[in-house]
């Protein structure tokens, strides 16, 4: 696609609940990341991925997270049992590779537990 | 451990107005340094991308400027508009091997007043 694609832009769960983030990165883009945004903080990172393996999962909160990359393209973070302190927004960049050509982002998924 | 630094953290300043934002690096094994631009509620948007063997790049009224042996980028902005109130981002790829090379700064957040 033209873009990186996040679906969906926003999600109300309850807390308990399972949910799954989507992100659709710019085809033919090898590396891919995803990161966290609470209100009014600075990007944290969770976990990036090269084609579909993941070097470095460092940043995944606790094992309530987690993510897969299939066919070198999608990617789906999932967070088990919410809480409401995962509440935030959650983007996506991808890049043509890792040592390149700058990266783009999404638009994020706002998630919001209840 | 790497780490990137903006200051400052917020800045207000009349419309009109020249402005300069700052970022420092720590590892000088920088590759490249990206500038990003979000607006509340939204993701990021990619401003400038320069290499390190680029001294700068512009891109209309934006000219960003890197200095690897200071461990310095700026982001200048000239003829400041309300509309380029929003928070800037600074990000540095190098091969350290930690958050998959990339490091985000926490940004400065800009407000042009008309």
């Known amino acids: 696609g033209a873009g990186v694609s996040q679906s969906p832009s926003n999600k109300v769960t309850e807390k308990g609940k399972d949910v799954e983030l989507r992100c659709d990165p710019i085809?033919?883009?090898?590396?891919l990341y995803w990161y966290r945004q609470s209100l009014g903080q600075g990007l944290e990172f969770l976990i990036y991925?090269?084609?579909?393996?993941?070097?470095?999962k460092s940043g995944l909160p606790s094992d309530r997270f987690s993510a897969e990359r299939t066919g070198g393209s999608v990617s789906t973070l999932t967070i088990q049992r919410t809480q409401q302190e995962d509440s935030a927004v959650y983007l996506c960049?991808?890049?043509?590779?890792?040592?390149?050509?700058?990266?783009?982002f999404g638009s994020g998924t706002r998630l919001t537990v209840v | 451990k790497q780490e990137v630094t903006q200051i400052p953290a917020a800045l207000s300043v009349p419309e009109g107005e020249n402005l300069v934002l700052n970022c420092s690096f720590t590892d000088s094994a920088i590759y490249n340094l990206q500038w990003f631009r979000q607006d509340p509620g939204k993701g990021l948007t990619s401003l400038l991308l320069?290499?390190?063997?680029?001294r700068e790049q512009t891109s209309g009224r934006l000219n960003a400027s890197l200095d690897k042996s200071s461990g310095r980028s700026t982001l200048y902005i000239a003829a400041s508009q309300p509309g380029d109130s929003a928070t800037y981002l600074c990000a540095d790829f190098n091969y350290g091997g930690s958050q998959g090379n990339l490091i985000f700064g926490k940004g400065t957040k800009l407000s042009v007043k008309p």
């Open positions: 320069i290499q390190s063997s680029q």
């Open positions: 960049a991808s890049s043509p590779g890792q040592w390149s050509y700058g990266y783009t």
């Open positions: 085809s033919g883009h090898t590396a």
């Open positions: 991925f090269q084609g579909n393996s993941a070097p470095d």
